[in-house]
């Protein structure tokens, strides 16, 4: 497992953008897979996006295509969120976590290590 820490989440307007940043502990952060959910209130959580642990491959729903960007600096063993377009519905909990498997997953189940989660809000 490693440690991750969120950052860069708060409140913006309809339309605006934010980019969320997570910074892994470790040596072995290239050799993992990368994804970022949010669970709203009410809900569970759902996946937004993933990342090979090479960056090569990426994944998105339909409900962020187009919006959400993700990406890593491997070496800085960070992972980004780049949301854009920003809707009310994007308002939940933001989770940065860690699979231990180069592919990338959009299983929740598949990833091992989690962040503590940063609050997106987005304002109508």
């Known amino acids: 497992q490693v440690q991750l820490v969120e950052s860069g989440g708060g409140l913006v307007q309809a339309g605006g953008s934010l980019r969320l940043s997570c910074a892994a502990s470790?040596?072995?952060?290239?050799?993992?897979?990368m994804g970022w959910f949010r669970r709203a209130p009410g809900k569970g959580r759902e996946p937004v996006a993933a990342?090979?642990?090479?960056?090569?491959?990426?994944w998105y729903p339909d409900s962020v295509k187009g919006r959400f960007t993700i990406s890593r600096v491997n070496a800085r063993n960070t992972v980004y969120l780049q949301m854009n377009s920003l809707e009310p519905e994007d308002t939940a909990v933001y989770y940065c976590?860690?699979?231990?498997?180069?592919?990338?997953?959009?299983?929740?189940?598949?990833?091992?290590?989690w962040g503590q989660g940063t609050q997106v809000t987005v304002s109508s």
């Open positions: 976590a860690a699979a231990p498997t180069v592919v990338l997953t959009n299983r929740v189940t598949a990833y091992d290590s």
């Open positions: 470790g040596r072995t952060f290239s050799s993992r897979a």
């Open positions: 990342i090979s642990g090479s960056g090569a491959n990426t």
